[in-house]
């Protein structure tokens, strides 16, 4: 198992929890790099070793990826399937035979993902939402600007934006002008977008930490600077209420 990403901890929550667990199921076998490598694998590297990093859900696509080499083997699966009926994703599990464990891995594996992403996706919603405020751009949002201004100007083409990015540049516009600020999932997806056009040299795990790292940054400055704009708001109406 490859040293990167760092090991999470399992006790900080069941995202970590999930992590923990499913590179412990990887332990001693196929290596993240030999699966990338695959002329059947569509995720990328990146993708892959993010899915164990605890810091994010994996997709679908990313996690079935894993498993097909660590709960299945693609040396036991069949072609003899009709996979008009099956979830393209994770067909592999269908092609094992009746009494594969992979089966069974496989198919827990699937449920348990999805019912961590609905748990998250919950949690979310359950947080209220502050009144509306107007402020400023805040120091870190500022700094996460020229973080993923630096990415893209590795790429060559920072006047061309759609030519990488296509639909997805009008929201990366909207990042650069501090209109938003793109959540951890969001950065790995910019981020994986960029891969192609990035020098051989920037490892996109790297990459992918630094604009995380000046996101978070940047949410908790508007964070602050909200909570300090609603607290003058509130001082003054309540002065108002005196006069």
Known sequence: MPARPRIPNPQEGQLQLFAYELRELGEGKASIGWIAGHEQTTASKAALYA??????????RTLSTL???????????????DEAYVEPVWAWIE?????????RLGTAWRARLRSLARRIELERERVPK?????????????????ELRR???????EDDLWLMLGSFSSRVERYLSGEA???????????ERLIDFLPQ???????DLRLRRSAQAARTGRV????????????????FATQ
């Open 95 to 103: 092609r094992l035979p009746r009494d594969h464990e992979g089966r």
């Open 130 to 146: 502050a009144e509306r405020v107007v402020i400023a751009v805040p120091k870190e949002q500022q700094r996460f600007i020229a």
């Open 181 to 191: 600020i793109p959540t951890d999932k969001t950065c790995w997806l910019l981020v």
């Open 224 to 239: 602050r600077e909200r909570r300090v704009a609603r607290r003058q708001t509130a001082v003054g109406l309540a002065d």
């Open 67 to 81: 498993l097909r080499w660590w709960a299945g083997n693609p040396a036991d699966e069949v072609d003899d399937i």
């Open 51 to 60: 899915a164990l990093s605890g810091t994010r859900v994996p997709t679908e």
């Open 151 to 157: 990415l893209i100007k590795l790429t060559g083409l």
């Open 201 to 207: 040299e920037v490892d996109p795990l790297d990459a």
